[in-house]
């Protein structure tokens, strides 16, 4: 058993996010940024895997860093330099990491990323900052034109190490912030010197969780009591022609759109309820 006053201080890392609210230009070049990001990572795993089958090979970060250099002087693909050379660093140390929990038995065996899911960039040293710009402060991205809004919930507790930009399925951009911070222990339930105050938490389907003490958590249930609104939206988009003159016809993108906002609002909905349960479960009790 660890207490407090046993506790030595440590630094850890933790993850800040934000929602971003870039301009139209700047959703322009977010979108090439997170096109190259996505064809590095996908040729670099098709490069690393067809290396490994056919010739017995296994490339290293340092091999397709040096490939990527020589692949972006090529003509059909010159237009990578375009885009900042270190979100697409960052794309081959994502699939680096993959392969590392592939082989650790952390997870399966990495696939190709698709436009059609979330859409992420990644950001290190210099390549980003926090700067003001009439008395707000805003995000600065390399090869970005101008400076990006954010919605600032909370203050960093430090300066950021790194930045993802995402963008999701409903076209809503954030932007996670990893930073250092010192941790703290929370204080003990009880206070100190008595007993350990302990919970049992059984999970079920009626009640998202039974606690020892008797309460229900519940279990709302936000999908089943909003579902008349996605059925209808998701109605709207059947209706739609799906291809137009130009390949995807605008109605139907802009339909498809609040279909995902509407998904995007319940799956949100969703995790605070499960986030401000837990925290509470963390502050009330000692021993779960």
């Known amino acids: 058993m660890i207490f407090a006053d046993n506790v030595m201080k440590h630094e850890i890392k933790r993850t800040y996010r934000y929602r971003l609210y870039p301009s139209e230009a700047q959703k322009a070049e977010l979108a090439r940024t997170f096109g190259c990001s996505r064809w590095v990572y996908n040729w670099a795993l098709e490069t690393k895997t067809k290396a490994y089958y056919q010739d017995e090979e296994s490339l290293s970060f340092t091999d397709l860093s040096?490939?990527?250099t020589s692949k972006k002087k090529e003509e059909e693909t010159e237009w990578l330099s375009e885009v900042s050379a270190v979100t697409l660093q960052q794309s081959l140390r994502n699939l680096n990491q993959a392969f590392t929990n592939f082989f650790e038995d952390r997870a399966e065996?990495?696939?190709f990323k698709s436009k059609?899911?979330?859409?992420?960039a990644r950001y290190v040293g210099t390549a980003f900052d926090i700067r003001e710009e009439n008395g707000k402060r805003k995000l600065r991205l390399?090869?970005?034109p101008g400076l990006i809004n954010i919605r600032w919930s909370r203050e960093l507790p430090s300066e950021p190490s790194s930045c993802t930009v995402t963008k999701n399925a409903a076209g809503q951009y954030?932007?996670?912030?990893?930073?250092?911070?010192e941790a703290h222990l929370l204080p003990r339930a009880d206070g100190e010197g008595g007993d350990l105050e302990p919970v049992g938490v059984d999970l079920g389907i009626e009640s998202l969780a039974v606690l020892s003490t008797g309460e229900k958590a519940g279990n709302p249930r936000w999908f089943e009591n909003?579902?008349?609104?996605p059925r209808r939206e998701q109605q709207k988009l059947s209706r739609?022609?799906?291809k137009g003159l130009g390949g995807l016809s605008n109605n139907w993108e802009r339909q498809r759109k609040r279909v995902a906002k509407v998904h995007q609002r319940i799956q949100d909905r969703r995790k605070d309820f499960i986030e401000k349960l837990t925290t509470r479960l963390a502050?009330?009790?000692?021993?779960?």
């Open 226 to 229: 909003e579902q008349e609104r």
């Open 283 to 288: 502050h009330d009790f000692d021993v779960i």
């Open 109 to 111: 065996y990495p696939s």
């Open 116 to 120: 059609k899911a979330g859409q992420t």
């Open 174 to 181: 954030h932007v996670c912030f990893v930073c250092t911070e």
């Open 66 to 68: 040096g490939r990527l």
């Open 240 to 242: 739609k022609e799906k």
């Open 142 to 144: 390399s090869k970005m």
